[in-house]
């Protein structure tokens, strides 16, 4: 696959290999639909058009991708208990009994601003203070995109019934160490949990150490105590 696609094969080359191979080697569900199959009803007729057939390379993954992203598969009716995966943006709008939000890592959520080269944020600015309507709130500048990150958060926490757990990772992918993001220490702010050894209550602002003795701490203690009385399989 990766050959064809390096030698710039045509989409209608690679969707068929790209089908068999998934349809070979891909581990499924026992039931349910087959992803090549929910695929397929879309791209076949992508891959048989002749201008689109002729998409080759990245422009060809993308399609793929494009198509995969968007797939749905309907099971069961809304309301019924099911499991949401996804990202924040994506949930805003639904309401859960429980949320988990991950990845809570500084430059993650919020993202990091950054300025579009060609029309700087000064620019926007000055546009949008110009007083033309059809200016007003078309051009958003890093921070605002920024913000509007801990809208969308706030709003898929808000419609949280039961339970709401964030959590950071202390390494990325790439094995390098992150700080967590300030939502973080904001959460830690709101609960003001006091001190886990004296019991005194602490800053309003918690500082890193008391961050990690009184919520990263308590939190991967659960953690490994709900693991060890309910173990992923018998080896555990």
């Known amino acids: 696959?990766?050959?064809?696609?390096?030698?710039?094969?045509?989409?209608?080359?690679?969707?068929?290999?790209?089908?068999?191979?998934?349809?070979?080697?891909?581990?499924?569900?026992?039931?349910?639909?087959?992803?090549?199959?929910?695929?397929?009803?879309?791209?076949?007729?992508?891959?048989?058009?002749?201008?689109?057939?002729?998409?080759?390379?990245?422009?060809?993954?993308?399609?793929?991708?494009?198509?995969?992203?968007?797939?749905?598969?309907?099971?069961?009716?809304?309301?019924?208990?099911?499991?949401?995966?996804?990202?924040?943006?994506?949930?805003?709008?639904?309401?859960?009994?429980?949320?988990?939000?991950?990845v809570l890592a500084e430059g993650h959520l919020p993202s990091i601003a950054r300025e579009d080269p060609v029309v700087p944020d000064a620019v926007r600015e000055a546009l949008s203070a110009s007083g033309r309507p059809a200016l007003l709130g078309s051009l958003p500048t890093a921070a605002d995109r920024a913000l509007e990150d801990l809208h969308v958060l706030d709003v898929v926490i808000r419609n949280a019934v039961d339970r709401v757990a964030l959590s950071a990772p202390r390494l990325d992918v790439e094995r390098s160490q992150r700080e967590s993001s300030s939502v973080i220490l904001?959460?830690?702010?709101?609960?003001?949990?006091?001190?886990?050894?004296?019991?005194?209550?602490?800053?309003?602002?918690p500082d890193l150490a008391s961050l990690r003795r009184d919520a990263f701490a308590p939190a991967r203690e659960a953690a490994t105590l709900f693991r060890r009385h309910r173990p992923l399989g018998d080896p555990s």
């Not at 349910?32 to 689109?52: F, K, N, Y």
């Not at 598969?73 to 019924?80: I, K």
């Not at 994506?90 to 429980?98: K, Q, V």
């Not at 702010?189 to 209550?201: C, D, H, Q, S, Y």
Request: proline letters at 4%; glycine letters at 10%.
């Open 1 to 102: 696959m990766a050959r064809a696609v390096l030698d710039s094969a045509a989409l209608a080359v690679l969707w068929p290999a790209l089908r068999d191979f998934l349809g070979t080697w891909l581990l499924q569900p026992g039931e349910g639909p087959r992803v090549q199959a929910l695929l397929e009803e879309r791209l076949a007729a992508i891959a048989s058009d002749t201008t689109c057939g002729t998409l080759a390379g990245h422009e060809a993954l993308r399609i793929i991708e494009d198509t995969l992203v968007s797939a749905r598969v309907v099971a069961g009716r809304f309301g019924e208990p099911a499991v949401y995966v996804g990202t924040v943006r994506d949930a805003t709008g639904l309401h859960f009994r429980t949320v988990r939000v991950i």
């Open 186 to 205: 904001e959460a830690a702010a709101a609960l003001g949990r006091p001190n886990r050894v004296t019991g005194e209550r602490g800053a309003t602002i």
